[in-house]
Nanobody
Framework: QVQLVESGGGLVQAGGSTRLSCAAS????????MGWFRQAPGKQRELVAT???????DYTNSVKGRFTISRDNAKNTVYLQMTSLKPEDTAVYYC?????????WGQGTQVTVSS
């Protein structure tokens, strides 16, 4: 079992930047990939970025060139650096761990981008 704790986020002005962190504990060796999802009010949860155990990253088109997912293996932490933020990036952001499925989830952290 994997436990995830997120931090970061808050209120950011459009065009600004912020960084989210996700600290993992538990069965770290079972994790095949980590991901960041987001859910805006009235919308479905969407996958924003992923990073595999081998370090391969992928992004949804709307954040390519603006968001960067990275990890610090020594700290068992995954980050989401978000730049050039837009009001449409406003959402609750969740980190998740892929074992056989997206099995483990963080509690979510709110990111609000003001125009």
């Amino acid at each position: 079992q994997v436990q995830l704790v997120e931090s970061g986020g808050g209120l950011v002005q459009a065009g600004g930047s912020t960084r989210l962190s996700c600290a993992a504990s538990g069965s770290i060796s079972s994790i095949n990939a980590m991901g960041w999802f987001r859910q805006a009010p009235g919308k479905q949860r969407e996958l924003v970025a992923t990073i595999t155990s081998g370090g391969t990253t992928d992004y949804t088109n709307s954040v390519k060139g603006r968001f960067t997912i990275s990890r610090d293996n020594a700290k068992n932490t995954v980050y989401l650096q978000m730049t050039s933020l837009k009001p449409e990036d406003t959402a609750v952001y969740y980190c998740a761990a892929l074992l056989k499925r997206w099995d483990s989830w963080g509690q979510g952290t709110q990111v609000t981008v003001s125009s």
